[in-house]
């Protein structure tokens, strides 16, 4: 079966500007996490969705902000775009985070 | 808080050489545990997991075995080869549907 997709693989933006990542989980797959990854603080949580609420967010700005639609999928925004922004960003899907994750292969977004 | 503290790397191996990594955990219940393994420009892929104490999670020869005595999890493999060459994530999950990351610990396996 199809695995989770995230789109576009690769971004670049210009400081101030916005960008809106996208994520269609496994299917049947309700929750959907997303992780920023970076060189230098790892991963790190930044929100995961259940059946279109936010159920956890982590600790990032106001920047940050995410939704989930009804066929699960879901979206992640960054407004006014920062060059500490530039990171790996991944998705995840489970059917219960009991039964293990599965990724994405993540969207690098580059800030300049 | 609860958190999970992995082997400090990089880790530099010899092909068929004998593979630990450690993973200690620190958390007020009992926690589920995984291992994940990202590959150069990959995301990350669930290698092995265990739900309760003294259970063994097993994959591709990998082995993890949960402790909840030493409160660790810690990865082994008999005989690396190089495609085994990858980052390893140790991870926790407890109750609250968000899962936490170790650092990280890079593998580079030699020829």
């Known amino acids: 079966k199809a695995g989770v997709t995230q789109t576009p693989r690769y971004l670049i933006k210009t400081r101030g500007q916005q960008v809106t990542l996208s994520c269609s989980p496994i299917?049947?797959?309700?929750?959907v996490s997303w992780y920023q990854q970076t060189p230098g603080q790892g991963l790190q949580f930044l929100f995961e969705y259940f059946s279109e609420t936010q159920r956890n967010k982590g600790n990032f700005p106001g920047r940050f902000s995410g939704r989930q639609f009804s066929n699960s999928r879901s979206e992640m925004n960054v407004s006014t775009l920062e060059l500490g922004d530039s990171a790996l960003y991944l998705c995840a899907s489970s059917l219960a985070a009991i039964y293990g994750y599965t990724f994405g292969s993540g969207t690098r977004l580059t800030v300049v | 808080g609860d958190s999970v503290t992995q082997m400090e790397g990089p880790v530099t191996l010899s092909e068929e050489a004998f593979l630990t990594i450690n993973c200690t955990y620190t958390?007020?219940?009992?926690?589920?545990l995984f291992w994940y393994v990202q590959y150069p420009g990959e995301g990350l892929q669930l290698l092995l997991k265990?739900?309760?104490?003294?259970d063994k999670g097993s994959n591709k020869g990998f082995e993890a075995t949960y402790r909840k005595e030493t409160t660790s999890f810690h990865l082994e493999k008999g005989s690396v080869q190089v495609s085994d060459s990858a980052v390893y994530f140790c991870a926790y999950y407890f109750g609250n549907e968000k899962l936490t990351f170790g650092t990280g610990t890079r593998l580079t396996i030699i020829p």
């Open positions: 958390a007020t219940g009992y926690p589920s």
């Open positions: 299917s049947g797959h309700r929750s």
């Open positions: 265990a739900t309760k104490a003294d």
